[in-house]
């Protein structure tokens, strides 16, 4: 069996964003601020296209319930919450420290952004590691749609 298609595809969207915001902190360390810019846009495109994936795939298909040892679920269950809340926080400081970039506030942008960055960075990588649990390292569990879930078909 291979590796399930739209889990992969939003997975390297994630880590791409997190490239890119490498790249990006790089470039305005260089003080290539234009450069940078563009790095910075494509890195929350890239995070908005795992988004919209995320999404999709969740209300059509579903979500895949851990099928790993019984004994890990718990510990699996935490970890998804930390990298849920990471995930949830990055996304809010990348809208603020995108939003302040782009308004020309520079004071709030310098104060925030590497926050923002190592915020997103541990999101990827926990967001790497949620995807190698689900479909590597196990077969994942069950999937069931959002639809099926609330409507019952």
């Not at 234009?34 to 795939?57: C, G, N, P, Q």
């Not at 510990?75 to 420290?97: D, E, N």
Request: no cysteine; charged share 10%.
């Amino acid at each position: 069996m291979g590796l399930p298609l739209l889990p992969t595809i939003s997975t390297f969207f994630i880590i791409l964003s997190a490239v890119l915001v490498a790249v990006g902190w790089n470039l305005v360390r260089q003080r290539k601020i234009e450069a940078h810019k563009k790095t910075m846009i494509a890195a929350a495109v890239s995070a908005v296209l795992f988004f919209i994936i995320y999404i999709s795939r969740t209300i059509f298909i579903g979500n895949t319930a851990f099928g790993g040892p019984d004994e890990l679920k718990i510990y699996y269950t935490v970890f998804l919450i930390f990298h849920i809340v990471l995930a949830t926080t990055g996304a809010v400081f990348g809208v603020i420290t995108i939003n302040a970039g782009l308004k020309n506030n520079l004071a709030r942008h310098r104060k925030i952004g590497p926050v923002t960055s190592i915020i997103w960075f541990f999101t990827a990588i926990t967001g790497v590691a949620v995807y190698l649990l689900l479909y590597v390292f196990y077969t994942g569990g069950e999937t069931t749609s959002m639809f099926k879930a609330i409507l019952g078909f």
